[in-house]
């Protein structure tokens, strides 16, 4: 308990340090904000893991593709397979996340400069227009879309089914979907529990899926196929193991 009190105290602080520059430079509409949202967010995301004592390993790096944009999708264990993405993916990314993240003090604000999307899934019509908006943001400008695309978090480790939204948007766009397997996340922080363990997350990039030639008949089969890569990337080895300090 004192090490997720520890954590929580962290992620505070480093929320307010990194997160008012990027208000200050959208507020005063300077130049600098799009490296803030390049280098701050994954300051701030490397900081708390560091804090919570978690180590992160990243596979695949050569899967991604820098200079151009792509959808990827990943499993979801635990806030800390969020803070893994945002601190050591290699590309510009913008997440699409659930709105409540949005009304986060200082974070929420700055995550909306940087770009990122909030959807609401209980609303459909505004989740078509989240959908939207991050088709035009891939359309415009090599970013990744990063998704995931059970919805919530794992609750006992096991992958649930995926939503469609990510593999319609990457059909419409006619980009590829990069499947993620990340291990380790629940061994640090199960979903429903508070408590924070020190250990190893692993992120394992897998090859693209291609979109081109699809049709949005073809959105249930690139969700099986999407699914079943990040499965196969996300079965632990043995040197998965969670290493305690």
């Given at each position: 308990m004192i090490r997720t009190l520890w954590v929580g105290l962290a992620a505070v602080v480093l929320t307010i340090w990194?997160?008012?520059?990027i208000l200050f430079s959208r507020a005063l509409r300077l130049d600098s904000l799009p490296d803030r949202c390049w280098d701050n967010p994954r300051r701030w995301a490397r900081?708390?893991?560091?804090?919570?004592?978690?180590?992160v390993e990243l596979d695949?790096?050569?899967?991604?593709?820098?200079?151009s944009a792509q959808v990827l999708v990943a499993n979801h264990e635990s806030w800390f397979d969020v803070l893994a993405l945002a601190g050591y993916l290699p590309v510009d990314y913008r997440f699409v996340a659930k709105k409540e993240l949005a009304r986060v003090p200082v974070f929420g604000p700055a995550?909306?400069?940087?770009?990122?999307i909030a959807i609401?899934?209980?609303d459909q019509q505004a989740a078509i227009e989240a959908l939207e908006r991050a088709r035009r943001e891939v359309?415009?400008?090599p970013l990744t879309i990063v998704m995931y695309p059970e919805g919530t978090r794992t609750p006992d480790g096991e992958l649930l089914p995926f939503k469609k939204g990510a593999f319609v948007l990457a059909i419409q766009v006619g980009v590829p979907v990069v499947p993620a397997g990340i291990v380790g996340a629940r061994a640090v922080m199960p979903k429903g529990s508070f408590r924070i363990r020190p250990g190893t997350l692993r992120i394992r990039i897998g090859?693209?899926?291609q979109t081109e030639g699809l049709v949005m008949k073809d959105r249930d089969a690139l969700t099986l196929r999407a699914r079943d890569a990040?499965?196969?990337?996300?079965?632990p080895l043995p040197s998965d193991a969670v290493k305690r300090p």
């Open positions: 990194y997160g008012t520059p900081a708390i893991l560091r804090a919570a004592g978690v180590r695949g790096v050569e899967h991604l593709g820098e200079d995550w909306r400069a940087c770009g990122h609401d899934r209980r359309h415009d400008r090859e693209p899926l990040v499965k196969a990337l996300r079965r």
